[in-house]
């Protein structure tokens, strides 16, 4: 298990992540708020929380913290987003310009489901897992385009839902808003 977990907690659902972990064990020395170049200095991995991802992109671009981000997931430091997170971690957005990592060869769809009134929770299968989780779905994207090296983990209603490259995951669906901690356990063998 890494030393320290970074959980991105410049907007979004980071504190609810951060309950995640320590739900699954992970004492509380060994989780970070990450918000500033510094602070992901100190992180072993780093999970990317749901929230607004036009206005974070904005945030880690003027602060320096998206490069870094780049530099650590190049270097092999394990990097999940969740919804927002996924959605900045692919190479592209349909129909958008907006800042992205690029850590994830994918092409997302943002508010595929539709808009927060649309909003619902289902079983969803993830390859490695024995039993579907429970996903939370919240104006969430779908992949509609898979690099060659990414490897589909979860389908919701034949959507691409989750996906893996090496050490960067992806998820459309919260899994913090659950009491169901193996996705965060599974990311901590990355």
């Not at 991105?8 to 004492?27: M, N, R, T």
């Not at 959507?159 to 669906?173: A, D, F, I, N, Q």
């Amino acid at each position: 298990m890494a030393t320290k977990i970074g959980v991105l907690a410049v907007q979004g659902d980071f504190s609810k992540h951060i309950e995640a972990y320590e739900s699954a064990g992970v004492p509380a020395h060994s989780l970070r708020e990450v918000r500033t170049v510094e602070d992901l200095a100190e992180v072993d991995r780093l999970t990317i929380p749901g929230g607004e991802s036009s206005t974070v992109g904005l945030l880690l671009e003027r602060y320096g913290l998206g490069p870094a981000i780049i530099e650590r997931a190049s270097a092999g430091m394990p990097v999940w987003g969740t919804c927002m997170g996924m959605i900045l971690m692919a190479s592209d957005v349909e129909d958008r310009e907006q800042y992205r990592l690029g850590l994830l060869d994918i092409t997302v769809r943002r508010n595929a489901f539709g808009a927060q009134v649309h909003s619902f929770e289902d079983e969803v299968g993830v390859a490695g897992l024995d039993q579907p989780v429970m996903g939370v779905f919240i104006r969430a994207p779908i992949v509609t385009r898979v690099g060659p090296g990414v490897e589909v983990l979860s389908t919701y209603d034949d959507k691409v839902v989750g996906v893996r490259s090496g050490s960067c995951l992806g998820t459309s669906y919260h899994p913090e808003l659950t009491s169901d901690t193996r996705l965060h356990e599974w990311f901590l063998t990355f």
